[in-house]
């Protein structure tokens, strides 16, 4: 499989219909023609869409939560399905593994926190690709992930 790790701006953009919503799913409608591609995210990404939504958004919480519940069991946002992953396949990862490797990826690529746990999830599912808007490109600094900015997926698929 081909995994392509959803990142938090992504949700972001598709649920709040900003200006930069339509790259985004003429992306995510190239890469879903890529023959094993698969869209995968986290249980993180959505607490931090809540965080970001409500705080910087100012969404009402009560809306957010709907909404973001509804993204979360159907599995699907604006017609693209995806599967969120486990912290760790292994029941033997605990949780105190994570933060460990959490703070030993911020030690070493210093990606902001909320980046590095997302690396972390990624890297135990070995998901290699990530979609994001992310203007500092705090992905390109963490070796075995490549990020993919929807603008430089628009014509890489014919």
């Known amino acids: 499989m081909n995994f392509f790790y959803l990142d938090t701006c992504i949700f972001v953009t598709l649920f709040t219909d900003e200006d930069r919503r ?3 799913v003429q992306a995510m409608a190239n890469i879903n023609q890529i023959e094993d591609a698969v869209f995968v995210t986290s ?13 910087t958004k100012k969404h009402n919480p009560k809306a957010t939560a709907k909404g ?10 604006d017609g693209f399905d ?11 990862y605990t949780f105190d593994k ?12 210093n990606p902001g926190w ?3 746990m997302h690396c972390v999830i990624m ?3 070995d998901v290699e690709n990530i979609l994001s808007l992310d203007a500092k490109d705090d992905f390109e600094l963490v070796p075995g992930i490549n990020l ?8 890489s698929i014919e």
């Open 43 to 55: 249980d993180f990404t959505f607490v931090e869409m809540a965080k970001v939504l409500i705080n």
């Open 68 to 77: 973001i519940n509804k993204i979360t069991k159907s599995r699907s946002i």
């Open 114 to 116: 909320g980046d590095s």
């Open 22 to 24: 339509d790259v985004v």
């Open 98 to 109: 994570f933060w460990a490797d959490v703070g030993q990826n911020m030690n070493l690529y």
């Open 123 to 125: 890297k135990n599912n």
């Open 148 to 155: 993919f900015h929807p603008e430089d997926m628009l014509d």
């Open 82 to 92: 995806f599967t969120i992953l486990p912290t760790s396949p292994s029941p033997k």
